[in-house]
């Protein structure tokens, strides 16, 4: 099993502890990634382009002029798509962008990334953070005695103290275990999870 050191937040060792290897040191497969990012970014796409065909333009209920005897091609509106004004010809309506992944794909994937941050050595555990009150420079602090910039934390639960001390840092995260994803992960740099995180994702990751 793959092993990683748990430190407080003053960086001192307080242990070690044994990574799942399905979970966080498993094959990196870049397909994979590339196929999930894809999907949440599709997902996250409004689809609310939309323009008016001829048949949504106000107006055109008359037919220009008389059909033969004015030495122009007949029509039979003003709103036509070849007219100023008119409709538009086969242009965008509302639509969604979502596509089907299975689910054992996007658990696979979610898997891959989280073993590229370990084999990349961009992983650090914590056996906890603990806020007394929200804080910003306590979790900047922190984040500077290790050394990291561009950073995902992952908690296990709910934290409003150390969700809104990290709010305004630049290039800082925070996400729950439970909302962990391929996206956040790989646009990061830097992964740090609680130990309790960590043991919510194997839960949920493992098979």
Do not use: W
Request: aromatic share 6%; glycine share 8%; charged share 25%.
């Amino acid at each position: 099993m793959a092993t990683v050191t748990v430190y407080d937040l003053d960086r001192k060792q307080v242990g070690e502890r044994e990574l799942a290897d399905e979970v966080f040191n498993t094959e990196v497969k870049k397909y994979l990634l590339h196929d999930m990012v894809r999907y949440q970014l599709a997902a996250r796409r409004q689809g609310t382009a939309a323009v008016k065909s001829r048949g949504k333009v106000a107006g055109g209920g008359k037919k220009p002029f008389k059909q033969k005897g004015t030495g122009n091609a007949r029509q039979g509106t003003i709103r036509a798509p070849h007219f100023v004004g008119g409709g538009v010809a086969f242009g965008p309506q509302p639509r969604s962008y979502e596509f089907k992944l299975n689910r054992k794909v996007k658990k696979s994937a979610l898997c891959s990334a989280l073993s590229a941050r370990y084999q990349a050595e961009k992983l650090t555990v914590l056996d906890a953070i603990e806020l007394s009150v929200i804080n910003t420079k306590a979790v900047a602090d922190m984040l500077k005695r290790f050394e990291l910039v561009g950073t995902l934390i992952v908690i296990d639960q709910a934290d409003p103290k150390v969700e809104l001390s990290a709010r305004n840092l630049k290039n800082v995260k925070v996400l729950r275990a439970d909302g962990v994803n391929v996206y956040d992960v790989l646009r990061y740099p830097n992964l740090v999870l609680t130990s309790a995180a960590v043991s919510q994702i194997e839960g949920a990751l493992e098979k």
